[in-house]
């Protein structure tokens, strides 16, 4: 028993595969248990871990791991983010942490010198972690905290990817110019064309080309980040909450920067209602602006995360039946839901393309229909 | 819950590497790739299309060399008519003027021999006349050696006068 603890963050890593809405829905029982393991453990564990522990829970899941194998400890340390990059145990990348603050200036160090040799939290330098928060011990004020996290590194290899191989295909291009495509220029040429004929030309009838870069960007990263995050010890980066705001606030910023006057008159003066009409539409085509972010965001971090809880639960089913049984049947069942992840990464990333192009579309479409 | 709230570490990160993303990708990647395809794709629309037009100005040769040849046969036709209706003509031409000729020349001819004819009839009636004084002579010559004979005769041609 001992030993299967032992293996078990090695396992939870291997396993880091992302998830989608199909799914999420066709094992929706799995996910509302995880769901509401989830909730349980935010309200009432997660305090008292902290209360013994003022870090980190995942910390706190290892320092704890002797006694009881906790599936949420597990779960929520692969979904959220973190100081240091975790693969295994004993196998800790430490990232840098950089932290601004009036009093202190800019200051950049290792996430190491935050824990001791048996993974405990300490404090460094007048700074204490607090959560995911870094605070100052002096006053326990929060720094503002630009630190290379798990999720920042996860990010800068998803760019780094993402340069490479494009910035390739690009050289390809010039390379091979007038030739048929070869190689990885053989693959990445489809999904341009698909990009460029069935999300963005369709839905954006005005000088389409010019939002081509963005688009195409936008779908490049949402599918790399979403197939990257299926690889073992990778990140939950697509899944993450700040990145789908991220990227949803600035389709929200281009959308409302190339809305034309055609656009700004029906949200605010909506052709042919009645004057009383206008009180209640008025609020509900601005609240209506700021929904299709919202949708955006959550839309992509649900089917992520999702896709990560459901597999890790999946995995998790092994070690509290401790039973090679569960663990080969979930073994079947995470190969299952992996492959349905892969199409979800192609899904999300051509979801949220679409969505942002539809937005764009509504935005720069001349009156027609009046 | 701590997964439900952004961190403004990573918000900041991400808009900073996903706006370099966009900023390099577009000018460095998106732009040569983008224009390379519709380089391929206009050269291989214009391609189509030459092909079609080729298509078409076949067909149009195809149906001119037609019409040339029929028009041709046609020619050749008309000429080959022509030319055995000349043929012909000439042919009765000829037919006519050798006919003119052969009837002129018997005319002549015949018109040379009634004169010849004529003209030897009128010989030969002298000739013949001729001979016959000759020969009565001779004969009267003969007969009328002796006496006797020229005794008959006067006395028959005395009978013939009494009995005119």
Redesign the interface.
Known sequence: MQSEIKTLPVFAMKKPLSVTIVAFFSFVFVAVFSFSG?AQH?EGSHDSIRAENPTDSLQAGHAEAGEKFSANEVI?EH???APVWHFAEHLVLPLPV?VYSAERGLEVFSSAHFYDEHHHPVEYNGYKLE??DIVLTSTGEKV??????K??AM??LT?AM??WV??S??SA??KN??KAPKGIQSF??PV??FV?DEIVKPNIAHNH?RY???I??LF??IFFGNLLGLLPGAANLTG????T???AV?TFIITNFSGNATYWKHVFWTPGVPLPLRIIILPVEIIGLFTKPFALTIRLFVAI?AGHIVLLSLICMAFIFHSYLVGIGASVMVLFISIIELLVAAIQAYVFALFTALYIGMATAEDEHH | MDFLLPANGLLFWQVVIFLSLVFVLGKFAWKPILSSLKEREESIQQALDQAEKAKQEMASLKSDNEKLLKEAREERDKILRDARSAANQIHDEAQNSAKKTADKIIADAKAVINTEKAAALRDVKAQVAQFSLEIAEKLIKKNLADDKAQKELTESLIKDFKLN
């Open positions: 989830l935010a929520i979904v959220l983010d950089i959560g995911r503002l905290n630009l630190s290379i996290t999720n920042v990010l800068f760019a993402l340069l494009l910035l295909v690009a291009y010039k110019q007038g990445i040429e341009v064309v460029r080309e081509l870069p963005y195409l960007t490049f990263f993450n909450i700040a990145i705001l991220s990227l600035l995360t």
